[in-house]
């Protein structure tokens, strides 16, 4: 580093650094310079400065000198500057530059941009975003985007790799600093950016699709094509589906529970169909059992009065048995065993208006333990 010598002091712009050429400077001496500065109260780097300082460049203010310069010099230090052909120059920006260390514009560009670049001050997507409003209120043509990269500063590089053949043999001549990135880091920003640009306010959040279109680059993502829309649309589809499903099961929860039961009247068919005996046709549909004897016929409601269960009835054995607790009945629903109380009850039966015999289960006739029997009463039976 250069001694604090008045001269460095005085001018403001080197302070401790070495005068121009020489090598990269890493971030702890940068940090210490800044602090140097700050300490004596003299100008702060600059970003540009600072950035130059690490690429091992001049800084702005210092590229007159750094052209003028030549490798024969022999006051530059050794390893400090080679010279380089022009495929392999790695920082293009020496080129012709005007004093405020940029390109100068392209032709495509307005006047007024031309000086607003040529001033040399640093413009921001948020600055760039509210000159564009200011255009539109003022009724003036807005930025194109030549102007608005120029602005940006993205242009520089771009600029001096179109540049003619004439330019690129004068940068044979021109030295390479020692340490600077090389040829490709330089190429790779000449790249041109594609995607559809998106005008916006402001500054998008990172990793969304706004923010790669107004970057320039291209969205990531299937192709909008009819194949893909059709996937899209199946699969709102199914969505739409599973959401009213439970949309649908959501609201059944609060309507009431209906519980249907067979009719308690029904016409079980002439008397003449029915022989003597027990006729069990009618169990699993009614419940019921079609009893006719030499006198009479009636129903018996197929019901155990112990606990509710259906008997069955035994042919061979010629009696009704229970077979949840083993109460047994005689042909007529008398019970005799078992721990069932009393016989089983008799539904009304009576005669319609065509002949046919008409149950009516919800009416029952009972004969209950100890107390007269309800089985001789009118609506019991039918005379035979």
């Excluded at 640093?122 to 760039?128: E, L």
């Excluded at 439970?246 to 609201?251: D, G, K, M, Y």
Aim: overall charge positive; some cysteine; proline content about 9%.
């Amino acid at each position: 580093m250069a001694d604090d010598s008045p001269k460095n002091v005085a001018n403001g712009l080197l302070g401790h650094l070495s005068p121009w050429p020489r090598k990269a400077l890493n971030s702890s001496v940068v940090a210490m310079e800044q602090a140097y500065r700050q300490r004596k109260g003299l100008p702060l780097l600059s970003q540009e400065e600072i950035r130059a300082l690490k690429a091992g460049e001049p800084m702005p203010w210092e590229f007159d000198r750094a052209v003028s310069l030549q490798p024969s010099q022999a006051s530059a230090p050794t390893g400090s500057i080679t010279s380089a052909p022009a495929a392999t120059v790695a920082a293009p920006t020496l080129l012709a530059l005007p004093a405020a260390g940029r390109v100068a514009p392209p032709a495509d560009i307005s006047e007024e941009v031309r000086k607003l670049v040529l001033e040399g001050k640093k413009w921001s997507k948020s600055a760039i975003a509210a000159e564009q409003a200011r255009r539109g209120r003022k009724a003036v043509p807005p930025l194109n985007h030549a102007e608005i990269a120029v602005l940006l500063g993205e242009a520089a590089t771009a600029a001096v790799a179109v540049a003619p053949a004439s330019a690129a043999a004068t940068a044979a001549s021109v030295p390479r600093v020692a340490g600077a990135a090389p040829a490709a880091t330089a190429s790779a920003a000449c790249v041109a950016r594609s995607g559809e640009s998106t005008k916006y306010v402001g500054t998008p959040a990172v990793g969304t699709s706004t923010a790669a279109a107004a970057g320039g680059v291209r969205s990531i993502g299937p192709k909008d094509n009819e194949i893909n829309r059709q996937r899209r649309r199946l699969v709102w589809a199914a969505v739409a589906a599973f959401l009213t499903t439970w949309f649908v099961a959501f609201f059944r929860f609060f309507l009431p529970r209906s519980l249907f039961e067979p009719a308690t009247t029904f016409k079980i068919g002439y008397p003449e169909e029915y022989g003597l005996g027990v006729d069990t046709k009618y169990q699993q549909k009614y419940r019921i059992w079609v009893v006719h004897t030499p006198d009479r016929i009636f129903v018996i409601y197929a019901r155990c009065t112990h606990l509710g269960c259906t008997p069955d009835w035994k042919p061979s054995e010629n009696k009704f048995k229970c077979p949840c607790h083993g109460s047994g009945y005689d042909s007529e629903g008398v019970n005799f065993e078992g721990p069932a109380p009393r016989p089983m009850d008799r539904a009304y039966v009576e005669r319609s208006s065509d002949g046919q015999i008409l149950v009516d289960v919800s009416r029952l006739y009972q004969w209950p333990k100890g107390q007269p029997s309800q089985f001789n009463d009118d609506g019991a039976y039918l005379p035979a």
